[in-house]
């Protein structure tokens, strides 16, 4: 399994930025689809941004599209989310996940993915 260590939230205002990192550990996972996800108050947890370790392709929700952007830094086992132009509607507890297995067009469901971190809160204010 992976060990996955969230950071990088805390309370921004509308319209700024924040960027969260996850850093992995564990078995090797090259293959990997690592991805973030989120919960909002009162709401169901979501997909957020995919990103596939080994081949750089990408996957992101409608909602984020434009303003989030997800990367890797490989050298640094650590998986980034940039998030500008950040809106109220996107605070929430983001967490970060990872599955061995998964094609492209499960890696929006969080039950194909296997190791999660603890969460880190991004608060947007207006």
């Known amino acids: 399994q992976v060990q996955l260590i969230e950071s990088g939230g805390g309370l921004a205002q509308a319209g700024g930025s924040l960027r969260l990192s996850c850093v992995a550990s564990g078995r090797t996972f090259s293959g990997d689809v690592m991805a973030w996800f989120r919960q909002g108050p009162g709401k169901e947890r979501e997909f957020v941004a995919g990103?596939?370790?080994?081949?750089?392709?990408?996957n992101s929700a409608d909602s984020v599209k434009g303003r989030f952007t997800i990367s890797r830094d490989m050298s640094k086992n650590t998986v980034y989310l940039q998030m500008n132009s950040l809106k109220l509607e996107d605070t929430a507890v983001y967490f970060c996940?990872?599955?061995?297995?998964?094609?492209?067009?499960?890696?929006?469901?969080?039950?194909?993915?296997?190791?999660w971190g603890q969460g880190t809160q991004v608060t947007v204010s207006s």
């Open positions: 996940a990872s599955t061995e297995i998964a094609p492209y067009s499960r890696w929006t469901s969080q039950a194909e993915y296997e190791s």
């Open positions: 990103i596939r370790w080994n081949t750089g392709v990408t």
